[in-house]
């Protein structure tokens, strides 16, 4: 057994005798399980009372015989006499510990037991406790495997070769959405899209073939709400005693959360190799620059009073001008690479870095940014390449949402009261529908034709990691709002 339990033995063990008849086989007016410890102690289990002689009167007669009792190996036969009344007992021990001895009893007040009598007790009592013991262990082995089943954070659900969902875990409501109960007796497709029933009906068709389990290393699934998870599989065969096919049991983890980890890992890669290079090419662009720049001033110098002349100088520093704001953006991301960790951070000066990296971006679309940052804002505790990257991401969101020229405003304040900074970037791009809203956070959610659906994703994790809050606003063909709540305390960031 997996456990010691004999007290759930109990009743099992005396409905076992009722059933098999023991009243027809011997005279009972009494019968029940009784545990006497090595002190004496009289404990009854539980009986049954045929003939209401009273429990009273079986603890007394107990009583005087607890001491014998307590050191049978075998069964014996007890006459006792009580008011005048013999009651007859028949002692069976069934359970021998060095503290406490377990026995059936069987009492009679109208015949005496003979040693026949104890033959059959014995057997009957030792077939029937060895077949409750043996219940018992398949119930706890059953609870036991369910516990695990349970416990498990894959979803496992099995289902027959019609299709026919017969058991699920707790996980599944993890996984999929899907409550245990609510599914089992359904068939699967029922719960799937028409192209997710396509590809399981796929895998489910080769498992059953060739007799093997299916791996599905990463496969998008949309629960109820439309909340879409990225989950891997195991489909494996269920197998009767003949190694027959008879169904298929489909195991499933979600990996959500780790796609989200290697998606911010590659990009915090990006930002380390670009960082790299914009260190060295910047170094290699800039005093070449210069001299080009410097050369043209003198050159703009000297010709002022040859007009005709001037108009092919201007170009020429207006465009040193323009690479000089590439090497700045570029330099801003190597900047970034070079600070990933937890330190001391201003988030105005955060948001200054931020307006450099997005600046050709912008200029490309003819975008206004409008800043309104307060000053002596209190510092807080975080990653600078992660906070860095939260903002651009939601920058970058609102330049992409404008479609040619527009204003993107962002403004930073102190809440004293709730011990917060506050941030919101507003752009006046082409807004998002109500229905989106809730959606636009989740990984690969996108509403961009060439969006991945990540940068949000990202953000937000960013923020969270230091105790921080995002809130959406949205209105469509108006624009959006991003409010940013960034607590001011020690606490250190999530990992």
């Known amino acids: 057994m997996y456990y010691s339990d004999v007290s759930c033995n109990v009743e099992n063990s005396l409905n ?88 059936y009893i069987c009492c009679s007040i109208r015949e005496k037991y003979t040693s026949k009598d104890l033959s059959i007790l014995e ?122 096919v008879v169904g298929v049991v489909v195991i499933s983890r979600d990996i959500t959360r780790l796609k989200i980890y290697e998606r911010e890992l590659e990009q915090a890669k990006q930002f380390a190799v ?49 690479i000089n704001d590439v090497v700045e953006q570029m330099l801003s991301y190597a900047m970034m690479t070079k600070e990933n960790r937890s330190i001391l951070l201003s988030i105005n000066e955060v948001l200054e870095k931020c307006f450099k990296v997005i600046g050709l971006h912008r200029k490309s679309k003819h975008i206004y940014i409008e800043k309104n940052l307060s000053q002596d804002l209190p510092l807080i505790k975080g990653n600078n390449v992660q906070l860095q990257q939260a903002f651009i991401n939601i920058l970058m969101n609102g330049i992409e949402a404008i479609e040619s020229e527009g204003i993107i405003k962002i403004n930073s304040d102190y809440i004293k009261k709730e011990e917060k900074i506050g941030v919101s970037i507003s752009d006046n791009g082409v807004g998002i529908c109500p229905e989106e809203i809730e959606k636009i ?34 209105k469509l063909d108006e624009g959006t709002t991003f409010e940013i709540y960034l607590p001011v305390r020690r606490e250190e960031p999530y990992e």
């Open 441 to 474: 956070f989740t990984p690969f959610y996108s509403t961009k034709k060439k969006g991945i659906g990540f940068g949000l994703c990202i953000a937000k994790r960013a923020i969270e990691r230091l105790h921080g809050d995002i809130k959406i606003k949205s």
């Open 274 to 322: 670009l960082g790299e290079l914009a260190t060295g090419v910047a170094h290699d662009i800039r005093n070449p620059l210069m001299s080009i720049k410097g050369c043209a001033n003198i050159l703009k110098r000297s010709l002022l009073e040859q007009p005709k002349h001037m108009e092919f100088i201007e170009p020429i520093i207006g465009e040193v001008d323009r």
């Open 123 to 244: 057997f009957i009592t030792e077939v029937t406790y060895e077949n409750v013991l043996l219940n018992n262990e398949i119930i706890q082995e059953r609870n036991y495997l369910q516990n695990i089943f349970n416990s498990t954070e894959a979803s496992i659900i099995s289902m027959g070769l019609d299709g026919v969902i017969t058991t699920a875990n707790r996980a599944s409501l993890d996984v999929y959405g899907w409550i245990p109960e609510d599914i089992i007796g359904r068939k699967y497709y029922e719960l799937l899209t028409q192209e997710e029933s396509h590809n399981m009906d796929k895998s489910i068709e080769y498992v059953v073939k060739h007799n093997k389990t299916y791996y599905v290393k990463e496969v998008i699934f949309s629960n109820d709400t439309g909340e879409e998870k990225i989950v891997n599989l195991a489909i494996s065969p269920l197998n009767d005693s003949k190694n027959h």
């Open 16 to 103: 076992k005798l009722d059933g098999l008849g023991m009243k027809k086989f011997l005279s009972v007016d009494w019968m029940g399980i009784v545990t006497i410890t090595n002190t004496n102690k009289i404990i009854i289990d539980g009986g049954r009372d045929y003939n209401n002689i009273g429990v009273s009167r079986i603890i007394k007669c107990l009583t005087e015989i607890s001491k014998d009792m307590i050191l049978l190996e075998e069964g014996k036969i007890y006459e006792i006499l009580q008011n005048e009344s013999n009651t007859n007992i028949m002692v069976s021990p069934i359970r021998v510990q060095d503290d406490y001895e377990v026995f």
